[in-house]
């Protein structure tokens, strides 16, 4: 029975995969992440596409595929039309979720906060341009918040003030803020806290495990069987000397962590 592959450049993927796993728990899941590359948001476009499309197509070709999710917005708003040429397994992308936020807001006052390749592509003004024409969007970019991301997950303390000047433009401003990283929902009890009841803090996740498990159903490939799926985790640089990493893998249910050879 087919695999789901969540796919990022770091461990923002996992709070993808936490959705996932919540409403799929018996479904095995290989978590792949290019950590050699991180972070996604300062890469060149024709890296970044050749990279995602490369590893994923190698695991597909030597694992049991059965969905693909790029957990990653900045590869997602960028990579999708490529790789669904490159390969048949149904591919599940996740983009910052603009439309739900519209739709959210009673002031239509809404912001996003994104890497600095998210917001400035092409991808993300067309979302705004369709589903957001009427508000007024307030957009912030952080590779310092990506990085707190993958701090929190090995148990290292957070910048709070850091993270209060990186939502400032947003605190009173709006009352939704797209998080359009998969990074940032791991922070997402410190953001509600600076940000008050008044602000909705919306990402993608819940939807995306949604699209997971109705394409499951529909090629036949769930797996109802009552017994723990094996979970692996593969990484393009070496992650076995990172004990608090691995530590929180392994409490999260990856337990089979390989440097894998694709990369
Ligand atoms: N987690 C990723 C995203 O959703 C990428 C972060 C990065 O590597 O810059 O955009």
Redesign the pocket.
């Known amino acids: 029975m087919g695999s789901v592959l969540i796919f990022?450049?770091?461990v923002?993927?996992l709070s993808v995969y936490l959705e996932i796993s919540t409403i799929l728990p018996q479904q095995p899941v290989i978590y792949a992440f290019d950590n050699a590359?991180?972070?996604?948001?300062?890469?060149d476009d024709e890296v970044l596409v050749e990279r995602v499309c490369n590893m994923i197509c190698a695991i597909c070709k030597e694992y049991d595929v059965a969905v693909v999710v790029i957990?990653?917005?900045?590869?997602?708003?960028l990579v999708l039309p490529v790789l669904r040429e490159l390969i048949s397994v149904p591919v599940v992308g996740?983009v910052p979720a603009i439309k739900s936020a519209a739709r959210l807001s009673k002031t239509k006052k809404i912001g996003l906060l994104?890497?600095?390749?998210?917001i400035k592509r092409e991808y993300t003004r067309q979302l705004i341009g369709d589903f957001a024409s009427d508000c007024d969007v307030k957009m912030r970019s952080s590779?310092a918040l990506?990085e707190m991301?993958e701090a929190k997950l090995r148990g290292r303390p957070i910048n709070k003030e850091l993270l209060n000047e990186i939502l400032r433009p947003f605190k009173d401003e709006v009352d939704s803020l797209v998080l359009?990283?998969?990074?940032?929902p791991l922070l997402k009890s410190e953001i509600v806290e600076i940000l008050g009841e008044g602000c909705a803090v919306i990402d993608s996740g819940k939807a995306i495990a949604n699209r997971v498990d109705s394409l499951l159903l529909e090629s036949s490939q769930k797996k109802e069987q009552a017994h723990l799926p094996q979970h692996y985790v593969l990484s393009s640089a070496p992650v076995h000397e990172e004990e608090a990493l691995n530590k929180e893998l392994i409490q999260l249910g990856l337990s089979l962590i390989q440097r894998t050879p694709f990369f």
Do not use: K, M, R
Request: proline share 6%; net charge negative.
């Open positions: 990022d450049s770091g923002g993927g590359a991180f972070p996604y948001g300062e890469l957990a990653c917005n900045t590869a997602s708003t996740v994104a890497t600095p390749a998210t590779t990506v991301g359009g990283c998969t990074h940032f």
